[in-house]
């Protein structure tokens, strides 16, 4: 029975790491999504910034003449 449990035990701790590296790659997967969507944000908010600052030139142009 020693060659079985040691087969046991094997097998348990060879399922146990493949579970943790899933879990340790989704939480990779959900961390790189987060930061892709956070730099998305900053680059449309940025990009709004402009526009405002853009159209208010604009505006004051018109304004001056």
């Not at 020693?2 to 997967?29: F, N, S, W």
């Amino acid at each position: 029975m020693g060659i079985m449990d040691d087969a046991k035990d094997l097998a348990q701790e060879a399922g146990h790491q493949i579970g943790e590296a899933a879990h340790d790659t989704k939480e990779r997967v959900a961390d790189k999504h987060e930061e892709v969507t956070a730099n998305a944000d900053v680059k449309s908010a940025e990009a709004h910034r402009d526009s405002v600052e853009k159209k208010n030139e604009l505006k004051e142009r018109l304004r001056e003449n």
